[in-house]
């Protein structure tokens, strides 16, 4: 059963542009990781907000998270050629869990 | 690949006959986890593994076993593969704490095509 949606399904901007991902859940969360995908290779984690976190930073990337509308976004910034790739919200249900629930994943093309 | 490797990376097989794919860890983490990625579905969990011999189903377990008789090894078996079993199959592995799922590390993925 998916938990988290991704929205837009597809994205295709120009590099230096900005780019904003969204996710949405259904069932309250410990914490929402991001994840990468790039063709052909396995994912890989970007970053994890905790559900009492609101923001959350790493070098370029912006992981917003409102536990009220249940919905986080991902932002990228001055976004570069290799930024092309899957990306893909995940949660960790409350009280507790030993599994992530992926969403089914979003494209991000960057256009040189 | 945070010291993941699948094996075989790639395998063409026939409908009917048994399949193991292997994924090994050198990272000594608790758990480990097997998911399939087809378009259109995202990832989605098979079984998964929270200690040596501990296992437990996922969402999409029909047709698959799995056995972890070391730490660093997990294996999934498809008893009788069917052509809907072709698919790309990711082992990742998580060191958990306080009770909820952390951070999970990929291996490279099994693409898997059943004729």
């Known amino acids: 059963s998916q938990q988290g949606e991704e929205d837009p399904q597809a994205l295709s901007i120009q590099e230096g542009e900005n780019a904003t991902m969204n996710c949405s859940y259904k069932t309250s969360i410990n914490n929402l990781q991001w994840y990468r995908q790039n063709s052909g290779r396995g994912l890989v984690h970007l970053i994890l907000i905790r559900s009492n976190e609101r923001e959350k930073h790493s070098g370029r990337l912006r992981v917003t998270l409102d536990t009220s509308k249940k919905s986080s976004s991902l932002l990228i910034t001055a976004s570069r050629a290799a930024d092309t790739a899957s990306y893909f919200c995940?949660?960790?249900?409350?009280?507790?869990?030993?599994?992530?629930?992926f969403g089914k994943g979003m494209k991000l093309t960057v256009n040189p | 690949d945070a010291g993941i490797t699948q094996s075989p990376r790639h395998k063409v097989t026939e409908t009917g006959t048994p399949v193991t794919l292997r994924c090994h860890q050198t990272?000594?983490?608790?758990?480990m986890y097997w998911y399939r990625q087809d378009p259109g579905h995202g990832l989605r969990l098979i079984h998964y593994s929270y200690g040596v011999k501990d296992t437990d189903k996922g969402e999409v377990s029909d047709g698959y076993s799995v056995s972890r008789s070391k730490t660093e090894d997990f294996l999934l078996t498809l008893e009788s593969a069917t052509s809907s079993q072709t698919s790309v199959y990711f082992c990742?592995?998580?060191?958990?704490?306080?009770?909820?799922?952390?951070?999970?590390?990929f291996g490279p993925g099994t693409r898997l095509l059943v004729l």
């Open positions: 990742a592995i998580s060191e958990s704490g306080r009770g909820q799922v952390e951070t999970q590390y």
């Open positions: 990272e000594n983490h608790r758990y």
């Open positions: 995940a949660t960790a249900s409350f009280p507790g869990s030993e599994k992530l629930v």
